[in-house]
């Protein structure tokens, strides 16, 4: 979604009115977009003007663009230098010294977008930035989008009170945005560190960490519901203001209430097995195995090798499974793997006499498998490994 910042620079000579052209600038994310210039003859009260038009100095005011109050802590940059950050209820800044000539403003806050305008020293030496509110924030640096894989965190209005045995209306999240910032963090960390969630560690990228962005999504009119259909409902404009996911997270916080057995146990569930158009999951917060699982269907488009209801296929290339026994022992002996442990997806009682469940799909990684019966401790084993490195050597490849 196209979206504009805007700029209002400032002349000293009360007997000159104009207006500058409005210069638009359109990046490809839709993201932060720079800026629309005006002019204003208001000088910020209990500040001197600056009518030297060989003024080496400037006088930024950082405002929000829908509330016009000033914003503190506002990261100013220029011609891409840091130069400190915006102060008091005014939202001020004086950058010293300027030369003479055309720079570029760039202002960055989390919570806003960027706005970056350009000043012409000596005929402008005041500069209103006004920064609107970022739905999309990003957490840590990121990378360019077409080379990276965009995952995107959205916060749970509800989550499951196991007393009552049914979901609930949350404030966690909705009333402190800080405590979803700290689960979605401790979340990301498990993904980072991917390689130690595989059996064969030298297995993926070592760039791995640097293959994905991570933003989380603010709305406070707007939350998903976590237990709204198997993968949760997302907020109605979420595609809108966020075109650019390759896979959106919601996260709920932890059950309330009395564990008592099932449905208590943390679940998720994913809307499709890898990224692309409308491709999400739902997390809860504490439980980063189920967290892993899901990324597995999701980010990296594994099928579950348990026996169950749920969806089997044969993910070529680099399946983790087969739809033939014969296939998956073609596919061990090209990588070298023992053939004999392929087997067939099936179930069978507790003590293990009677089968209970049978599925014409084949496996190979042994348990502990984090895509099979050994969720909560189990790993990535040599063919599921395979998949994510192939996912991760492919980004974007699902894109038009």
Not at 9 to 17: D, E, H, K, T, V
Not at 30 to 44: E, N, Y
Not at 264 to 292: D, H, I, L, Q, R
Not at 332 to 348: E, F, K, M, Y
Request: glycine share 8%; hydrophobic share 35%.
């Amino acid at each position: 979604m196209v979206k504009f910042t805007g700029i209002c620079l400032q002349f000293q000579n009360s007997r000159i009115f104009s207006f500058i052209a409005l210069l638009m600038f359109v990046t490809v994310s839709g993201f932060l977009l720079s800026p629309v210039v005006a002019l204003s003859t208001d000088t910020p009260s209990g500040l001197p003007a600056m009518n030297d038009t060989h003024a080496s100095s400037i006088l930024i005011t950082c405002r929000d663009a829908n509330t016009k109050t000033g914003i503190a802590d506002v990261r100013m940059y220029l011609d891409g230098e840091y130069r400190g950050t915006t102060a008091g209820t005014d939202g001020h800044i004086i950058v010293s010294p300027v030369s003479p000539g055309k720079h570029t403003l760039r202002a960055v806050r989390r919570g806003f977008m960027e706005n970056i305008s350009t000043i012409q020293i000596p005929d402008e030496t005041n500069a209103i930035l006004l920064l609107h509110p970022a739905k999309i924030i990003p957490i840590g640096e990121t990378g360019p989008k077409e080379e990276r894989m965009d995952i995107v965190f959205v916060p749970s209005k509800t989550q499951y009170d196991c007393t009552k045995k049914e979901k609930v209306i949350t404030d966690y999240y909705t009333a402190n945005e800080d405590n979803f910032r700290t689960d979605v963090n401790t979340l990301i960390k498990t993904l980072l560190v991917l390689n130690s969630r595989t059996a064969n560690h030298s297995c993926l990228p070592e760039d791995t960490p640097n293959r994905f962005n991570f933003y989380y999504y603010s709305d406070p009119g707007d939350f998903a519901d976590a237990f709204s259909g198997c993968a949760g409902t997302l907020p109605e404009d979420f595609w809108e203001d966020a075109p650019f996911t390759d896979v959106a997270v919601i996260i709920y916080p932890k059950y309330t209430g009395s564990y008592t057995g099932p449905p208590c146990e943390p679940n998720g569930c994913s809307s499709s097995m890898g990224p692309g158009t409308n491709s999400w999951f739902k997390s809860p917060a504490n439980a980063g195995s189920v967290f892993m699982h899901e990324a597995g269907h999701a980010v990296f488009g594994l099928i579950d090798t348990y026996c169950g209801e749920t969806y089997y296929t044969e993910n070529n290339p680099t399946p983790n499974v087969w739809s033939s026994q014969s296939a998956c022992i073609l596919s061990a002996q090209g990588n070298r793997w023992d053939p004999s442990l392929c087997r067939q997806i099936v179930q069978t009682s507790k003590n293990g006499t009677t089968v209970t469940c049978t599925k014409k799909f084949w496996r190979y990684d042994p348990e502990p498998d984090l895509m099979g019966n050994s969720l909560f401790y189990g790993k990535f084993g040599n063919a599921t490994t395979l998949h994510i490195h192939y996912m991760l050597d492919n980004i974007n490849r699902w894109n038009p």
